[in-house]
């Protein structure tokens, strides 16, 4: 198996512009999660879904995110519109098993907002 | 919610000596305590993981050991090698109300571990 696929690798916007992140998890996982990394804050989880039905969204910053998993092998994290304080790197994680099972990270997004 | 606080922040160690690194947490419902290793630029991998109805556990080097009553958890590494040099993050599972395993993983605000040659 390819692993978490997560595309960009590295996005860079100007502010008021919309982003759309992408994830494919491995398959059979039947947990999603969406995380944010920065230094002030560390890792934090913005989402996760299972069985594509989002459970837990508390994370999610503010109206200006959204997420979908419109199915099993693919979901979006939406920022708009960006602000330069969403600048972090973005983890997709899928786990087989729920949030209480290894989580396997995909290679993060690197967003960039000018 | 869940609030899991780890130290130190920053710890430095010669090769071949051990690490330890602490973390609490504020949940008693929290059942589930993983770590993670993040290497520069990388993402974080897990290294060991514990559930509440084990006290401790070893993998090779690494060790982890829970005391729920005090509700806190350890990462010992023995025998250190430059390559363990990483940032460690430790995490717990908050059960939801019903106690399923629907709930979400807090994970501390990490520990940059420098091994020196």
């Known amino acids: 198996d390819a692993g978490v696929i997560q595309s960009p690798r590295h996005e860079v916007t100007e502010m008021g512009q919309e982003v759309t992140l992408r994830c494919k998890p491995i398959?059979?996982?039947?947990?999603l999660f969406w995380y944010r990394q920065t230094m002030m804050r560390g890792l934090e989880l913005l989402i996760y879904?299972?069985?594509?039905?989002?459970?837990?969204d508390s994370g999610m910053p503010e109206d200006r995110f959204s997420a979908k998993m419109p199915n099993a092998s693919f979901s979006t994290l939406k920022i708009q519109p960006s602000e330069p304080r969403d600048s972090a790197v973005y983890f997709c994680a899928s786990s087989p098993r729920g949030p209480d099972y290894e989580q396997y990270f995909g290679p993060g997004t690197r967003l960039t907002v000018t | 919610g869940e609030n899991v606080e780890q130290h130190p922040s920053t710890l430095s160690v010669q090769e071949g000596d051990s690490a330890v690194i602490k973390c609490t947490y504020s949940d008693s419902a929290s059942n589930y305590f993983p770590w993670y290793k993040q290497e520069l630029g990388k993402r974080p991998q897990l290294i060991i993981d514990?559930?509440?109805?084990?006290g401790e556990k070893k993998d090779q080097r690494i060790a982890v050991t829970l005391n729920k009553t005090a509700k806190h958890f350890s990462l010992h590494i023995t025998e250190t090698q430059p390559e363990d040099s990483a940032v460690y993050f430790c995490?717990?599972?908050?059960?939801?109300?019903?106690?399923?395993?629907?709930?979400?993983?807090?994970f501390g605000q990490g520990t940059i571990l420098t091994v020196h040659p």
């Open positions: 398959s059979g996982h039947n947990s």
């Open positions: 514990i559930r509440s109805n084990v």
């Open positions: 995490a717990a599972s908050m059960a939801n109300a019903g106690g399923t395993s629907y709930g979400k993983l807090t």
């Open positions: 879904f299972n069985n594509n039905v989002p459970i837990d």
